[in-house]
């Protein structure tokens, strides 16, 4: 069975940073891409970042470019959001996702979810 636990959510000031972290268990997640959606209230969730298996290739939404970093570790089967000059509208859930797309993954092909993080920016 495959868990994804996502820490590292909290309320930040707008122009503050946050890092997310999120590890994985029941299969070796270095066979794998992963992935952070987020999903902010009335809204559909949508994609944020994803990287390659073995790390050397990342992909963000145009949202996001220039101020998150996506990274994983896949000796310790986790992967990372670092994420800067955090505002508002930044606001949302954000979920860890595993599996086989490759580049940027549409919302349906994720093997697997975490159960989310809470991510809130005050301005």
């Known amino acids: 069975q495959v868990q994804l636990v996502e820490s590292g959510g909290g309320l930040v000031q707008a122009g503050g940073s946050l890092r997310l972290s999120c590890a994985a268990s029941?299969?070796?997640?270095?066979?794998?891409?992963m992935g952070w959606f987020r999903q902010a209230p009335g809204k559909e969730r949508e994609f944020v970042a994803s990287?390659?298996?073995?790390?050397?290739?990342?992909y963000y939404a145009d949202s996001v470019k220039g101020r998150y970093t996506i990274s994983r570790d896949n000796a310790k089967n986790t992967v990372s959001l670092q994420m800067n000059s955090l505002k508002p509208e930044d606001t949302a859930v954000y979920y860890c996702?595993?599996?086989?797309?490759?580049?940027?993954?549409?919302?349906?092909?994720?093997?697997?979810w975490g159960q989310g993080t809470q991510v809130t920016v005050s301005s």
């Open positions: 996702a595993q599996g086989s797309w490759y580049g940027v993954p549409r919302v349906a092909e994720p093997d697997y």
């Open positions: 990287i390659s298996r073995s790390g050397g290739w990342t």
């Open positions: 029941g299969r070796t997640s270095s066979g794998y891409a």
